[in-house]
Every structure is written in structure tokens, then in C-alpha cells.
């Protein structure tokens, strides 16, 4: 991210888009990074993995390692929890986006 201020500004919806990922299909590390590349953000592992972490930390996403070509890989999956909550966070955008355009 370039600036504190953009980082601030755009977590949550860095969050919104790593749920509705998740909800869609297991995720990995380095796949969302690319993936929010497509969208302007630039993301650096070092920044990733710890949001990753603390959202299964708050109960957002549930980790599961596996094994891919011989190597191990954390993929993430939305909790009921986080399901609610991108629900949530779903309507509240909406609301924001008629509100803002």
C-alpha cells in the first residue's frame, strides 16, 4: 500500500474481499495477493499473512494445512461467523455506495 492513510482507509474492504473469496473457495496466501493485485492492491506477504492470521484469530476464517506438490499450504475458509459478517459488511456497503454515488 502506498500511504498509513490508504492502508487505514482500505482494510476493510481488503477484509470484505478476503471474506467473499473464502466464501466462494479455499484460500491461499500468495493466490489472494494476486488476486488483490487485479484490484490496485499492492500487498506484500509481510502485510497478508498477519491479516490472515488475526482474521482466523477473530473467527473470521478457519485455517487447514495441506499438501500441494510436495509442499505444505495454509488455505483459509470462511466461518459461519464470517459469514454473518460478509453479510454484514455486504449491506452496509451497499447502503454507503447509494448514499456516496
Known amino acids: ?3 498509513k492513510l490508504e492502508r487505514r482507509m482500505f482494510l ?3 477484509y470484505i474481499h478476503i471474506l ?3 466464501h466462494e473457495h479455499p484460500i491461499y496466501g500468495s493466490w489472494m495477493i494476486e488476486e ?3 484490484h490496485g492492491y499492492s500487498m506484500s506477504a509481510g502485510t497478508l499473512y498477519p491479516m490472515l ?4 484469530a477473530e473467527g473470521l476464517l ?3 494445512k495441506i499438501v500441494v506438490e510436495g509442499k505444505q499450504r495454509k488455505q483459509y475458509t470462511i466461518t459461519d461467523y464470517g459469514r454473518t459478517m460478509l453479510r454484514k459488511s455486504q449491506q452496509k456497503l ?3 455506495t447509494r448514499e456516496v454515488w
Open 62 to 64: 478457519h485455517s487447514e
Open 12 to 14: 476493510g474492504f481488503i
Open 94 to 96: 451497499q447502503e454507503l
Open 1 to 3: 500500500m502506498e500511504s
Open 53 to 56: 492470521h488475526n482474521m482466523e
Open 36 to 38: 488483490l493485485r487485479t
Open 20 to 22: 467473499h473469496h473464502a
